[in-house]
């Protein structure tokens, strides 16, 4: 039975959606015409059903020929079912790195976030995400920055964690927190580098702001490791030091569950800084032919990897959003850079932490203010986030927000290659793309030397391959199905 018969009949269909795999609101009654279960509603138009999350937990929908049902524990949607892999998905991740899509690392298996809508037809699926036109992004005004920032962190009594990375971003989420005397502000240090000029900042933030202030130096036989309550559903570089952040956080909070965690994330994808194509798109639609070259050269040099490399833009924020002619070509990609920002705020603040995370940077009202900025106007000055850096410093009376050389932390993962070369080589020899053709075998092992010998840039690929086999050994490991 095709899934365009089941789409058209509804009562077969609501029917269907009765068969629900929700390990935290147990198996769910008939369900009403409008919600399924908390947070998931339904809507029956022309052929087709739209599933919207309007609650904060992930949704996973698998759709086939026969129809589709609804989970919220990935790992027990792959116990049960042990879908194949979805290797159309893990060849782009490859080329490209994480982009936004609805689509998984498995066939079929497509993931709902907050705020999302997911469109099920005959046809198959797609996605609609736009976090800064929801109800409450068209009710706020366009406040100023330090304000909006004060208001997306709730009043809580509970022990805060700042991320305090001495950048511009965690300085105002720091600005924004002042006041308040139950802050710890955690700064991530590369032990071979602890004294770099950003954690030299985020000390004298922490200080003149009255916060009790760690520098957690990272190790590098923790990296390269995952937690095993995590259960990420796509690879993505940001996996590598997710068991150091959740070791760290835990300890600041002294293991208990009412912590919070706030940090700048998703503002240098708003603010389109560091360097992004954006302005360049403006510039050319607004005949600054030589201003477009000279920030495409920027964008080279800071992207490395040639002249081609920041096309790889393009594939940002794709499968999500409505698809339409615009006259402003490049506001359409800064909308897609800001889904990207929120997609993995989204996703990697529920991968079975214990405590809350907060992302101040891409609630709705901050959103329509850096949409609101013109990011062409400014590259003269080197910097498209320079309204949002001078509004800060003359709110605050401060010059605490100019540029800050941030530090990087290729040093470490570097020195990690080093420790697990062997096994990491092994990985990649007998893993998922090399059974596939994903990527060559040599080329790999050249490019894992060359990182442990010092080099001075990690080649992207190597690490895309490499956070491939690290989530699918994490997979088979928790359900047995990944390899």
Not at 44 to 56: D, E, H, K, S, Y
Not at 188 to 210: C, E, F, N
Not at 252 to 266: C, I, L, M
Not at 267 to 293: K, N, Q, T
């Amino acid at each position: 039975m095709d899934l365009g018969w089941r789409l058209r009949r509804h009562p077969a269909l609501t029917a269907l959606m009765t068969q629900i795999f929700n390990t935290e609101h147990g198996s769910a009654a008939a369900p009403t015409p409008l919600e399924i279960v908390p947070g998931l509603q339904v809507r029956f138009q022309r052929g087709t059903t739209v599933l919207t999350n309007a609650g904060p937990e992930v949704f996973y929908i698998r759709a086939v020929s026969s129809g589709f049902s609804i989970w919220t524990s990935l790992k027990q949607l792959l116990k049960s079912t042990r879908p194949a892999l979805n290797l159309s998905y893990l060849r782009h991740h490859l080329r490209f790195g994480e982009t936004v899509t609805h689509a998984t690392a498995w066939g079929d298996v497509y993931q709902l976030i907050p705020n999302a809508a997911l469109t099920l037809s005959a046809d198959g699926c797609s996605w609609h995400f736009e976090p800064w036109s929801g109800e409450g992004c068209q009710n706020a005004s366009l406040d100023h920055p330090a304000i909006l920032l004060k208001q997306a962190i709730p009043g809580s009594t509970a022990p805060v964690v700042l991320e305090l990375s001495g950048g511009t971003d965690s300085t105002a989420i720091a600005y924004a927190l002042a006041g308040r005397n139950d802050v710890l502000a955690i700064t991530w240090a590369d032990p071979l580098a602890p004294d770099g000029s950003d954690v030299g900042h985020a000390k004298r933030i922490a200080s003149k702001l009255g916060f009790e202030h760690r520098i957690a130096i990272l190790s590098p036989d923790a990296l390269f490791a995952l937690p095993s309550q995590f259960e990420p559903d796509r690879p993505s570089v940001s996996l590598f030091m997710m068991a150091e952040r959740d070791r760290f956080v835990r300890g600041a909070t002294g293991g208990h569950t009412n912590g919070v965690v706030v940090n700048g994330h998703g503002g240098d994808h708003i603010f389109l800084d560091p360097p992004s194509p954006v302005p360049i798109v403006d510039l050319l639609s607004c005949g600054r032919f030589r201003e477009a070259l000279r920030y495409y050269r920027t964008l080279v040099q800071f992207h490395g990897g040639g002249v081609l490399a920041p096309l790889r833009y393009c594939h940002v924020g794709r499968g999500i959003g409505r698809s339409a002619l615009t006259l402003r070509p490049g506001k359409r990609l800064h909308h897609r850079l800001v889904r990207q920002a929120c997609y993995e705020n989204a996703i990697w603040s529920r991968l079975g932490v214990p405590y809350k995370v907060i992302h101040p940077f891409t609630c709705p009202a901050m959103l329509s203010y850096a949409l609101s900025i013109a990011p062409h106007e400014h590259v003269g000055q080197a910097q498209s986030r320079q309204p949002f850096r001078k509004a800060m410093n003359d709110y605050h009376q401060t010059e605490d927000f100019g540029r800050v050389s941030k530090g990087h932390l290729t040093g470490i993962f570097q020195r990690a290659i080093q420790l697990k070369q062997d096994s990491l080589a092994a990985l990649l020899e007998q893993g998922i793309g090399a059974s596939y053709g994903m990527y060559s075998v040599d080329d790999m092992r050249r490019a894992l030397e060359a990182a442990a010998l010092g080099a001075t840039d990690i080649h992207p690929r190597l690490m895309n391959a490499l956070s491939l086999e690290l989530f699918m050994q994490h997979w088979s490991r928790l359900s047995g199905v990944a390899r």
